[in-house]
C-alpha cells in the first residue's frame, strides 16, 4: 500500500485547514497515512522556516489575511487569533507539543488517529479550548471517540517520546521547514493548498501501476 506522511505540529492552522481535504484525498486513493507531528520549534530554525512568532509584522498581517481567505474558501470557522495560541514567547515550552504526543500514542495503538488529529487541530482554532491543557485534550479525544484518559497517560511514554524525536530527526533529514508537509516516495509538498498536487501525484502513481 501506498504510504503518505503528514509532518506536522499540532498548532497549525493550515493543517486544521487541510484536514478534510486529506481524509478525502486518502480515503479516495486508498492510501495509508502517517500522522508524524514533529517538535516545531527545534526543527523549523535548522531547515529554513520562519516561526510566525517571529516573522516581520508585514508577514503576519498577510498569513492573517490568508488564513481569512482559505477559512472563507473552505466554509471552516477559524479565529485568526485564538484564545490559547501564545503570541509571545510560550511559558509552556511544550504547549504545542503535548497534543501530537497524544496523537502518536493513538497511532501507535494502531488507531486511526486523524479523526483525534483534527478535533484538537479544531479545538485549538476553532472552538477557543487550550489543547495543552491535559483535562481538554482527554475530553476532546473522548468526544472524538477514543479513551482520551488512556492516550494522555502514554504521552510521556518512552516508546511515544522516541516516536517524536524520530519525527523530528527525519524531518530535518528530508527539508521539511513548515506545516503541513507532506512526503510522497520522497518528494515534499508543503501546505495544505499543495494538497491538489499530492492528490495528482497519487493519482500518476495509480495509474502506473493499472
Known sequence: MTQLDCFYSLSSPWAYLGGPQLQDIVRRHGVKLVLKPYDF????????GIPLKTRPEPRKTYHALELARWSDYLGLPLNLVPAHYPQGVADDVNWNKTPGWMVIAAQLQGLDAF?????????????????SDA???IAVANEAGYDGA????????????????AN??????????GAPTFILNGERFWGQDR?????RALAKLAAAKA
Open 150 to 165: 488512556a492516550l494522555h497517560a502514554l504521552e510521556t511514554s518512552a516508546e511515544v517520546q522516541a516516536q517524536y524525536q
Open 168 to 177: 523530528s530527526e527525519e524531518a530535518v533529514a528530508l527539508g521539511v521547514f
Open 115 to 131: 479523526p483525534l488529529s483534527h478535533a484538537l487541530l479544531r479545538a485549538l482554532w476553532a472552538e477557543e479550548r487550550k489543547t
Open 195 to 199: 494538497l491538489p498536487f499530492v492528490d
Open 41 to 48: 520549534q527545534l526543527v523549523v530554525p535548522q531547515t529554513g
Open 135 to 137: 483535562a481538554v485534550r
